[in-house]
């Protein structure tokens, strides 16, 4: 898959900070890909998310090295407003991001900006409120509904753009489990139906990593680990060093791993951690049965 | 009911079937007959023509109740500062004296006049809040061709002035769980406190406009550039149809208005002599 997103030895400073929010960092996102990048609080999660979707530099000030490429062009050879229609963007914080009255006029305020006719309009909407179970809740103002709700409508809002990427910041943050679950729903959807490369910035790795293609561990600044997601769980020891928690199915194949009673590859979901765990009862008891005929 | 930014709407009712470019030029056209009109019965009638609207629209009439302490504390204002504060005026006529205060019937009779022209425009205004929703306002303003700045700084500032309230709340239960309570202290402890409220408030502020200038970036929506300059569909205009009704009310609007004009300055009615009010009341007083 050609690279969608490029950063060459990219280093940003926010302007009277000593030290920079991310140094040095190389990374190659690709067309469609689902990456998942994770990290302690501090890191540059979001800087990174920012210098992508050119919030940075456009709405901050401080001293940037190396480029940030978006489709093969540099984030500042964009012209003002013209990325963000490329580059979708996620908040955590689903009550700050909202700038309408009804959830309806929120969903198109993003559509109305990039300047859609009605018509357009209209089948886009039919589309993200479908996708997103919005339906029932347009008419109503987007402060009055529940905090997974306010997300999903954050969450649609952008997709109704049809950016060519779309990046969530920490989305579930402020989320309950069961609103957490429904947002990743609609990513799951997105990742089925839609060709639209996704970043989400997550804490939480049991709903991010059965969906990530990659991998991306950012520490003080720097990528410190970049893989495919089966490829990147190999590293735990380094995982569980930088205190990244890795889903609770995972970290007990780990366990299992290091005693020895297992030898495969970690599993990513509870599907197949249950069929993992299943195998290894059979094995255990064909093996058990042999050693009595003996 | 329903809680809106600006008050309380009734969930149904019969006036969201009309445009809200009506309930707007009612609102502005309505609010100005009392500036024609000065006798107070004339006024009150249009009060009571006002809560009648507001019934037939299923306002929950317990809502205005929260106006009664407004009402009372403007029109106790008003008569205070005409009657007691009133000054000398040797050619009006004297009803009583107290050491160097005079009180004189024609400052009885204005502040009743003014205050009873300032009633009905705030009923008015009450009676356009009861029965409109957010986006009716934005809406109207953008049927009258109000530029989409414009009316989305006011619908901003609408939704910014809630979450200034709810971040109060934040502040404020946080400083009590740190211990610090301004409840039940005197008003002038209050004040001397208020700024402990005041600085995380402003610093939240900052933070919220920060997050939101990131959203409508976010957003596609640019300030500067070609971006800038796109024709917007104004889709949220597609729900609403200007029909033969709303053109009819708006005639009848307009014409009302033309009425009293005439009446007031064709035919010299609504005008201090000829209430009938005021005569019995100027009577009743000197008597």
Do not use: C
């Not at chain 2, 609010?31 to 019965?41: D, N, R, V």
């Amino acid at each position: 898959m050609p690279s969608l997103i490029e950063l060459q030895n990219y280093t940003w400073r926010y302007l009277h900070t000593d030290e920079p929010a991310l140094k040095e960092v190389n990374l190659t996102i690709e067309e469609g890909s689902f990456v998942g990048i994770i990290g302690p609080n501090g890191a540059g999660k979001t800087t990174l998310a920012y210098s992508i979707n050119g919030l940075i530099p456009g709405q901050y000030r401080g001293i940037k090295k190396g480029t940030v490429h978006v489709a093969g062009r540099e984030v500042e050879a964009y012209a003002s407003g013209s990325l963000q229609r490329t580059v979708g963007m996620v908040f955590s914080d689903p009550e700050a991001q909202f700038t309408a009255m009804t959830v309806e006029d929120e969903l198109v305020f993003g559509m109305e900006n990039l300047g859609m006719t009605i018509a357009e309009i209209r089948e886009r909407l039919e589309w993200v409120t479908e996708l997103t179970g919005l339906r029932s809740l347009l008419e109503k103002p987007p402060y009055e509904i529940s905090g997974g709700q306010k997300q999903r409508v954050a969450l649609a809002a952008v997709l109704a753009m049809t950016p060519d990427v779309m990046i969530l910041d920490e989305p579930t943050s402020m989320l309950d489990p069961l609103s957490r679950q429904q947002v990743f729903d609609v990513l799951g959807r997105l990742k089925q139906e839609q060709e639209n490369t996704v970043i989400v910035i997550e804490h939480n790795l049991e709903h991010l990593v059965p969906l990530s293609d990659r991998m991306i561990l950012l520490y003080e600044g720097q990528v410190l680990l970049e893989a495919e997601t089966r490829a990147f769980f190999r590293e735990m020891d380094l995982l569980l060093d930088k205190y990244i928690l890795p889903p609770g199915v995972m970290h007990f194949f780990f366990e299992l791993l290091h005693t020895g009673v297992y030898a495969g590859t970690l599993p990513l979901t509870i599907e197949e951690a249950a069929e993992k765990l299943a195998q290894l009862f059979k094995e255990r008891a064909a093996a058990l049965q042999e050693q009595r005929h003996e | 009911m329903r809680k809106t930014l600006l008050g309380y709407v009734p969930d149904e009712s019969p006036i969201y079937s009309i445009h809200p470019f009506v309930n707007l030029l009612f609102m502005l056209v309505v609010s100005l007959f009392p500036m024609f009109i000065a006798p107070p019965e004339w006024n009150f009638s249009l009060i009571l023509l006002l809560m009648l609207l507001m019934w037939f629209s299923r306002v929950n009439m317990r809502t205005l109740r929260i106006y009664i302490p407004v009402a009372v504390s403007m029109g106790s204002i008003i008569l205070i500062s005409y009657t007691l504060f009133g000054g000398t005026h040797p050619e009006y006529e004297l009803l009583w004296q107290f050491g160097g205060i005079r009180i004189y019937w024609e400052r009885i009779r204005d502040a009743l006049v003014v205050y009873f022209r300032i009633l009905p425009m705030i009923f008015t205004m009450v009676f356009f809040l009861s029965t409109s929703r957010e986006r009716d306002v934005i809406v109207a303003m953008r049927s009258v061709r109000v530029p989409f700045v414009v009316t989305y700084v006011f619908a901003m500032a609408l939704r910014a002035a809630g979450m200034v309230m709810e971040d109060f709340q934040i502040v404020r239960q946080a400083e009590q769980a740190r211990g610090f309570d301004s409840k039940g202290k005197s008003l002038p402890y209050k004040i001397r406190k208020y700024v402990m409220y005041m600085i995380p408030l402003f610093a939240l502020s900052l933070r919220r406009t920060e997050d939101f200038t990131n959203a409508l970036v976010a957003r596609g929506y640019a300030f500067t550039g070609k971006a800038s300059r796109v024709k917007r569909a104004d889709y949220i205009l597609t729900h609403y149809h200007f029909g033969t009704m709303d053109a009819a009310l708006t005639i009848i609007i307009a014409a009302a208005f033309i009425t009293v004009l005439y009446a007031r300055y064709g035919l010299g009615l609504f005008d201090l002599e000829s209430s009938s009010f005021l005569t019995w009341l100027r009577e009743l007083i000197v008597s």
